[in-house]
């Protein structure tokens, strides 16, 4: 799958950040969102099943309150004095493709979070009025249409986040820059690091590799057992999304037998319901991320809003001499008429 083939670089080691306190009054609560969400990414990919909603909605959560403080720092006195005396514009384009990346990788969770919700909610009122109707199967196949195409458009967007990550990790230190704009672009390349990492996380929660089932065994052991299941090359994990396809693999298999599904049913409604709760407390999280006002603290208008300010003071500085010129140049022309 092309999905679990990025699970590889997901979460890298990533050293804790230190920042001078003299950088801005928020540069010990930004050192601190930082760190906790680097520590919390890292511990999360020691555990059995790192790709879950107990790490991923408070990871979210955090990064709206790390972009609130990239916010106050980017719109500082000393960065915007920095700024005026800045005078690479690629760097700066770099970092705003970057933004822009994340951005619509934001916009494509929450649409895919809230698409998978209406189609669980459609199959969870499907099961109720149905039960073990063999009509059910249409549903059930439906449902596993719409998650195959999913896994599509999410294998895109970690494609797109695993260039950014190159470039971010390539990216050179700056150490001819303005000592304050070093820092503050070293922090837009921290943050930027953290963000594609719980992004990955979040896109491979929704996307879980179909995995080989041992048909013997019952439905309900398997499912209890939410354990690493061995394939060729990679170990794939169980979470609450594909707990939900195993559990209508099975109802599926057990219609199309005549076997009696009433447990299966049930089952199944179950997985649905607890992946219902889980795609709520996720969608919270990317609430957190959805911009309210111009005046907002969210991700998406601090990576918008203070990374295109970046580039359009950079763009109009390095652009004043060849605009002046041509400005010349016209008035001579005209006086020339």
């Known amino acids: 799958m092309a999905a679990s083939s990025e699970l590889h670089g997901v979460h890298q080691p990533i050293r804790s950040i230190s920042l001078p306190s003299r950088l801005h009054p928020c540069s010990v609560r930004l050192e601190s969102i930082l760190n906790r969400l680097k520590s919390c990414q890292i511990s999360s990919s020691s555990t059995t099943i790192p ?9 979210l959560a955090g990064l709206a309150e790390l972009f609130s403080c990239l916010e106050e720092l980017i719109h500082s006195p000393l960065t915007q004095q920095a700024l005026l005396r800045h005078e690479n514009g690629k760097l700066v384009e770099e970092v705003l493709d970057g933004s822009l990346t994340l951005l ?3 916009d494509t969770s929450r649409n895919i979070v809230c698409t998978i919700k209406e189609h669980v909610q459609s199959l969870q009122s499907a099961l109720r009025r149905k039960g073990v109707d063999s009509r059910i199967e249409s549903d059930i196949h439906a449902y596993m249409r719409f998650r195959k195409n999913v896994k599509k458009d999410i294998a895109k967007c970690l494609k797109a986040l695993k260039r950014m990550g190159n470039r971010v990790d390539s990216a050179p230190v700056l150490l001819h820059f303005d000592h304050h704009l070093s820092i503050v672009v070293r922090v837009l390349k921290e943050a930027s690091a953290i963000s594609i990492s719980i992004f990955q996380s979040l896109l491979l929660f929704l996307s879980v590799p179909r995995m080989k089932t041992d048909g013997r065994c019952s439905l309900t ?23 939900v396809d195993l559990a209508l693999s099975s109802l599926h298999r057990h219609l199309r037998h005549n076997d009696d599904a009433k447990a299966d049913v049930q089952l199944a409604q179950r997985k649905l319901e607890t992946l219902h709760l889980s795609l709520e407390d996720i969608e919270d999280g990317l609430d957190c991320t959805k911009p309210q006002s111009r005046q907002g603290n969210e991700i998406c208008f601090a990576l918008a809003s203070c990374l295109n300010y970046i580039t359009v003071k950079t763009l109009i500085e390095l652009d004043a001499p060849r605009i002046m010129e041509e400005q010349q140049k016209h008035i001579h022309a005209c006086r020339l008429c």
């Open 104 to 106: 619509d990788t934001c």
């Open 51 to 59: 790709f879950k909603t107990e790490t991923i909605q408070p990871s």
């Open 221 to 243: 052991s398997r499912l209890k057992c939410l354990r690493l299941l061995p394939s060729e090359k990679e170990q794939k994990i169980i979470n609450v999304v594909g707990c």
